[in-house]
């Protein structure tokens, strides 16, 4: 429990408040303000987790966004979550972390042997391999490789955690708190701007909280906490700390998610545990710094192995040593940075730099400090394999392709500083050109596309006063032009140490006769010879080096990888860094979990639930919901003890006997007017609309532009100019704004206007063949014959004192209307029906027996119209003109479409008249046939036909109209079943549309 490896004093962290938290089930010590990797490391825990391929020991490398490596599985609350990063995740009381990708142990894990057999596993052997057998690819292939994908477990259980989303709109904003981010705020913010300062940690100030630097005789840590102080009192400042900027999109639309609870114990109610931020800047100051760069060596990932700055920062943050025997392994004066804090604590590093001999304040000073310092060194490899235990440096020659010498030095961790690399990830999000400054050996931002400025680090500037100085001006001119306002800074002064040039030393090259393991990218396990594979194989874009390497693709992005990567490939490609390009850098900057994404927008809050005016009457007669589309619609009507199948057959046959009435609220409805009108439905649907009398209704189907079916429905013309659409209730949202899309992108000359009036009526639908006998009871002043409302018809009239409108349609296979009153009124015309229908023996339907008689009329619905159908398919080709343009029309002449033994909508009767056929099934000549089973088609929809008392299924079949009388089989794998039937005809009930029209 004792915290060997914790300074005894120093550090940012409360020491006064001790924090308890397991590790592989055991109990740690940590203080406030540790993250779990600081706590670890306290505890002399390194080895923390195996990689991904090869299921090496992986340790901690990074100290924050930059950790490649420390995914772990945690636990906080009774919440579990994988792959949360130890350095990110501040400790709390109760907190429990596991190691992933490892079994039984971290210690001791079983997939340790694929480390033994890498060199069966070279980059890209995914696609070489698992090819044959051909069998064993369902069985043996398939469940090993989705066994092995992922790291950590997904919990299975209901996430209990409240998140939140929040917009704000800003002036500036500002990414990040170092020195560039902190003097730009204060800056805009002077000048009035509305400003939002974002910091991902919990402490404000970046590199001023670890570099020995001063600011107007202050310390770099007093100097930020000094504005942000101030920042903080004035109103039109945001300050937000645990607040990651993560995503860059068009119009200045920043995404960034704030941890509001994942530091707290035990945090009040209401309080989420995330929160996102959708924030719409005028201007964005991206002052995100830079990341160091790892040099590559011989077993560079074993646990032991740190940026250096990293080390610098467990040492000045939290008061960690990460070894007490270092090696600081350098191409720039960074390391010696981390060497003088070594010394300061007691320890004495050895130092290796890539450079011959150098002066400069820094090393001056460590030579004062008598560390040691070798010059024209470099580590070859690493030794030790849960740990480092020593390693193997060497001398390197003049022109560093090999070794003078070697020699072996006890050492228990290697800290290694490759120079910096500006964090330029937003700024690629937000389109901006980079380019290549040979003076870093960086890639910077270039040209902006959008509205955003880079500053210090971020910008390759990397000495302090240059980026005050940058900052404060930038800050103060972009507020200026925003808000009029000049309020004169005065720029600080500063104290820092003098830098010299790093060196171009990026891979130490391998003893003749070696052929260690030299890793590039540490989580997906790339190394040198897997980039060297990839280019003798003849990839040379570096976005294919990627993707047959998975170089940079893990959940770091690269931000240790890349540029070691692209110079790699320069290096045997003999080309410079800039011929080779850069990757392409995406969207989160770093891993956010689905629920801060998702929000409130859960369960019932997932959309607004829609419920129609008969809705209480629905609840006091026993109605069984189901949810359509954000509607409650009713299912069936129970009875007694009646279940779902009693319930919809007896309604079915009810409405086949006598009269059911539906509620049909929830259809689509959209209200078009204008002198176009017409025209504009001629384009919009495939069957000709330009001569539709006023006071008739028509089927149309619309077409999606690559000619599959989009939705069908029924327009009516109520006047000269003014059409009534119906959709389906699932694609009322969709339909309507396509046909917006085309007024405002594709046809602005039509004078035509669309309006959704969905929830301006209530409709009803009343079908059987005692429908007209009520409707004449409803409407007595209205002649409701055959002959003056003829099928497809529409009238209006007067329901006991409301207004109705009356259309003749039907989707039943019976004699039907639709009667529609305004929504005010929808309970009123309900309560009527039931009502005076009672003597013809009226029941309400649901949608169950609804989908019964649709289906046994063979009328097409959502699972015929599944986004794979032409007409054709559906049996809907009568209504495709041959004379007219509409939208979809060029699609349907592909050769795919015009196949002779084209898909095609047929029925389907069991031959044993009573087992019913599972949607879904497959239907195949020989239920026996080898795996896999060549398919003819699936089952669309299944009902039991109340009409025939036996089940009747839709299908969509292979040359369905010349199968008409074969035998098949339906075979659904889900259900385990298999079921002969008979193809037939799709119309099972009514197929000549008599009863429709009588």
Not at 139 to 158: H, M
Not at 825 to 850: H, R, S
Not at 970 to 990: C, F, G, Q, R, W
Request: glycine share 8%; proline share 4%; net charge positive.
């Amino acid at each position: 429990m004792s915290q060997n490896f914790r300074l005894n004093t120093g550090g940012l962290i409360n020491r006064d408040k001790a924090i308890e938290f397991k590790f592989n089930g055991k109990k740690y010590i940590g203080y406030e303000g540790d993250t779990l990797a600081s706590a670890l490391l306290a505890n002399g825990i390194h080895l923390i987790g195996r990689s991904f391929k090869y299921h090496r020991p992986r340790g901690f490398f990074g100290a924050g966004v930059d950790e490649p490596n420390a995914k772990m599985q945690v636990e906080i609350n009774g919440c579990s979550e994988p792959n949360i990063n130890a350095t990110e995740i501040e400790l709390v009381n109760g907190l429990s972390a596991t190691s992933q990708n490892c079994w039984p142990s971290v210690n001791f894990d079983i997939g340790a042997i694929n480390n033994f057999l890498n060199r069966f596993f070279p980059a890209g052997f995914y696609y070489k391999t698992f090819m044959w057998p051909k069998s064993f690819w369902y069985k043996v292939y398939e469940p090993f490789i989705r066994k092995a994908a992922g790291l950590g477990i997904a919990s299975l259980e209901k996430d209990k955690e409240r998140y939140e989303h929040k917009y704000e709109y800003c002036d500036l904003l500002v990414t990040g708190s170092g020195p560039a981010g902190l003097a730009s705020a204060y800056a805009a913010a002077k000048n009035g701007a509305k400003v939002i300062l974002a910091e991902d940690k919990p402490r404000y100030g970046g590199t001023l909280l670890t570099d020995d630097v001063t600011i107007d005789n202050l310390s770099g840590k007093d100097w930020s906490e000094k504005i942000v102080s101030e920042l903080k009192e004035m109103p039109n400042v945001i300050v937000k700390n645990r607040s990651q900027v993560f995503g860059y999109y068009d119009h200045n639309m920043m995404v960034m998610f704030e941890r509001t609870g994942d530091h707290l114990e035990k945090k009040p109610k209401y309080t989420p545990r995330q929160r996102l931020w959708y924030i719409r800047a005028k201007e964005v100051l991206l002052s995100t710094g830079s990341i160091e760069r790892p040099i590559v060596f011989g077993n560079n990932d074993t646990p032991g192995v740190f940026l250096s700055a990293a080390a610098k920062e467990y040492m000045k943050v939290y008061g960690v040593l990460i070894g007490k025997k270092p090696i600081i392994f350098t191409n720039n004066d960074s390391g010696y940075e981390t060497a003088i804090e070594f010394k300061k604590n007691g320890v004495d590093p050895v130092v290796l730099d890539t450079r011959e001999d150098q002066n400069s304040e820094l090393i001056n000073e460590a030579k004062d400090l008598d560390i040691k310092i070798k010059f024209s060194y470099a580590v070859i490899v690493a030794h030790g394999y849960k740990k480092v235990k020593s390693a193997t440096i060497g001398k390197l020659n003049k022109d560093k392709i090999d070794f003078e010498n070697t020699e072996q030095i006890d050492c228990d961790s290697i800290c290694v500083s490759g120079f910096w690399t500006p964090t330029v990830h937003l700024a690629s999000q937000s389109g901006n050109k980079l380019k290549f400054n040979e003076s870093i050996d960086a890639f910077v931002p270039d040209k902006s596309k959008q509205n955003e400025h880079s500053l210090g680090a971020a910008n390759g500037t990397f000495t302090l006063q240059d980026t005050l100085k940058n900052s404060f001006n930038t800050g103060s001119e972009v507020s200026k032009n925003i808000t009029k306002k000049d309020e004169k800074i005065q720029i600080p002064n500063t104290n820092e140490r003098k830098y010299s040039a790093h060196d171009k030393f990026w891979c130490s090259p391998l003893p003749k006769g070696k052929n260690y393991k030299r890793f590039v990218d540490f989580q997906n396990d790339v190394a040198v010879s897997d980039i060297e594979v990839a280019l003798r194989e003849g990839y040379r874009s570096i976005e294919h080096v990627k993707r047959y390497t998975t170089l940079g693709m893990a959940t770091d992005q690269g931000r240790t990888s890349n540029l070691n990567g692209l110079q790699l490939v320069a290096n045997v490609e003999k080309k410079i860094v800039p011929q080779v390009g850069h990757t392409t850098f995406r969207p989160p900057f770093t891993p956010v979990t689905i629920g801060t994404i998702v929000g409130r927008e859960i369960g019932k809050e997932y959309m607004p639930t829609r419920k129609t005016p008969m809705h209480h009457w629905h609840e006091k007669n026993n109605a069984v919901w189901v949810d359509a589309g954000a509607w409650k619609r009713p299912r069936y009507y129970k009875r007694g003890s009646e279940n779902l199948f009693e319930a919809s057959k007896r309604e079915a046959k009810n409405v086949r006997d006598h009269v059911g009435v539906c509620d049909v609220t929830t259809l689509g409805k959209i209200g078009i007017k204008g002198p176009d009108a017409a025209e504009f439905l001629n384009r919009v649907y495939t069957n000709a609309w330009l001569k539709l009398p006023v006071g008739k209704a028509r089927y149309g189907v619309m077409l999606r532009e690559d000619g599959i079916v989009m939705d069908d429905g029924t327009t009516t013309r109520i006047s000269e100019n003014h059409y009534h659409m119906t959709t389906t209730t699932a694609q009322a949202a969709n339909v309507l704004s396509h046909l917006e899309y085309y007024l405002q992108i594709v046809w602005p000359e039509l004078n035509v206007n669309v309006v959704s009036t969905t929830e301006q009526w209530a409709g009803a639908a009343i079908a059987g063949p005692k429908s007209r006998d009520l409707l004449s009871k409803l409407f007595s002043k209205i002649d409701v014959s055959n002959e003056a409302l003829p099928f497809m018809g529409y009238v209006e009239g007067d329901l006991f004192g409301v207004k109705a409108r009356i259309f003749r349609i039907s989707f039943s296979g019976e004699l039907a209307y639709e009667i529609n009153v305004e929504s005010d009124f929808g309970l009123f015309m309900w309560e009527k029906i039931i009502e005076i229908g009672e003597e013809f023996n009226v029941q309400p339907y649901g949608t169950e027996a609804l989908s019964t008689l649709r289906i046994e009329m063979g009328h097409v619905a959502g699972p015929e119209l599944d986004g794979r159908t032409i007409p054709y398919d559906v049996s809907l080709e009568g209504l495709v003109s041959k004379k007219k343009d509409f939208i979809g029309k060029r699609s349907l002449a592909k050769e795919a479409f015009n196949q002779a033994d084209r898909q095609k909508i047929v029925g389907l009767v069991p031959l044993d008249r009573k087992s019913s056929i599972p949607e879904g099934s497959h239907l195949v000549e020989n239920k026996n046939a080898k795996l896999p089973n060549p398919k003819l088609g699936h089952v669309s929809s299944s009902c039991w036909s109340v009409e025939n008392n036996n089940p009747f299924s839709l299908a969509i079949l292979k040359d369905g109209k010349n199968m008409i009388g074969k035998k098949l089989f339906a075979v659904s794998p889900l259900k385990n079943t298999s079921i002969e039937v008979e193809v037939m005809s799709s119309h099972y009930v009514d197929h000549e549309g008599k009863r429709v029209r009588s």
